[in-house]
């Protein structure tokens, strides 16, 4: 069976990229020298001694440390890569990701408006006055809230990275 390279999503590869974070975290703070364990492989007047469990080897610990930190700056130079190559269409103006990541924040903030929006356009609001009904139009119509806010969600989904995970 012939294996074929399947490039990662942007929104793959960053999920990605956290899984080896929280790897390299956790082996880290497994190492005697991190700030964690500073004091358990020491002496303690109240703990005694620490030392490494029988079942943890220190040498592969460190080894697969090594591998997950190559493989996290791999991935991360095809996500820069890809931030700089892939440009998209913001507000009729043609930016690489690079650019458009300084945006997301926004973006992601503008996602909880276009929530409140689609909150606030799906119903309108009545003032009963005088025995007749006034209804106030919403700023924003229901349909084009709901489509602002599927478009500012989809925008991780369209772009993919170069890189292949061993």
Do not use: W
């Amino acid at each position: 069976m012939e294996d074929k390279k399947k490039p990662l999503y942007l929104y793959e590869a960053l999920e990605l990229r956290s899984e080896y974070d929280a790897r390299i975290k956790t082996l880290k703070d497994c190492l005697p020298e991190s700030k964690q364990n500073k004091n358990r492989f020491s002496f303690n007047q109240d703990d005694g001694k620490y030392r490494a469990s029988s079942d943890f080897d220190l040498a592969s610990a460190r080894k697969d440390l090594r591998k997950i930190e190559l493989k996290r700056r791999k991935l991360n130079g095809s996500i820069q890569r890809a931030n700089f190559n892939h440009c998209i269409d913001f507000n009729g103006e043609a930016v690489n990701l690079s650019e458009a990541l300084e945006t997301r924040k926004a973006l992601n903030e503008q996602i909880g408006e276009f929530h409140n929006q689609v909150v606030s356009s799906s119903c309108q609001k009545v003032i009963y006055k005088e025995g007749r009904d006034i209804v106030e139009e919403n700023e924003i119509s229901y349909a084009d809230a709901v489509k602002n806010l599927e478009q500012a969600r989809l925008a991780s989904f369209e772009t993919s990275v170069d890189f292949q995970d061993e």
